[in-house]
């Protein structure tokens, strides 16, 4: 099996995308808590809390 170093992130806002690129871990925080991905996690879909 091949790991990805790396994986494809899209961050988008009702009007237009906020960021596309590659990434090597993220960290966001959802309306039901914080939540971190590395490479080679599964597909994954949710809404971010906006950060003021």
């Known amino acids: 099996m091949n790991l990805a170093e790396s994986m494809q992130v899209t961050l988008r806002l009702p009007t237009r995308t ?3 690129g ?8 959802a309306q039901n808590g914080a939540f ?6 599964t597909d994954f879909v949710t ?3 906006p950060q003021y």
Do not use: C, D, W
């Not at 590659?22 to 925080?29: K, P």
């Not at 971190?36 to 996690?41: D, F, K």
């Open 18 to 20: 906020l960021f596309e």
């Open 22 to 29: 590659s990434v090597q871990r993220l960290f966001a925080t």
């Open 36 to 41: 971190g991905m590395l490479p080679n996690h």
């Open 47 to 49: 809404a971010l809390v």
